[in-house]
């Protein structure tokens, strides 16, 4: 089992910036990819960011040139950092990490962008 935690959303204006942390536990070993997805009230889950343990980073098109994701394979943590943020990134956002067949979610973080 892998358990993910979640720090750092809030509420921000538009335009400003804001950094998730996703740390790991429990069965980390093999740990292939993490990353964050999002879902914003009424919508389906998306996928935001991805990373893998040999570093391949993909972002979902309407991220590209905002946000920035990077890993501390060390700490077992993941990072989402956002900058000019807007309204419809107003969404709860999921950590997730995928080992040996299995996805792991974390229990999400409220990011909310006013205008």
């Known amino acids: 089992q892998v358990q993910l935690v979640e720090s750092g959303g809030g509420l921000v204006q538009a335009g400003g910036s804001l950094r998730l942390s996703c740390a790991a536990s429990?069965?980390?070993?093999?740990?292939?990819?993490m990353g964050w997805y999002r879902q914003a009230p009424g919508k389906q889950r998306e996928l935001v960011a991805t990373i893998t343990r040999g570093g391949t980073i993909m972002y979902a098109d309407s991220v590209k040139g905002r946000f920035t994701i990077s890993g501390d394979n060390a700490k077992s943590t993941v990072y989402l950092q956002m900058n000019s943020l807007k309204p419809d990134d107003t969404a709860v956002y999921y950590c997730?990490?995928?080992?040996?067949?299995?996805?792991?979610w974390g229990q999400g973080t409220q990011v909310t962008v006013s205008s």
């Open positions: 429990g069965s980390i070993f093999s740990i292939n990819d």
């Open positions: 997730i990490a995928d080992k040996s067949g299995a996805r792991y």
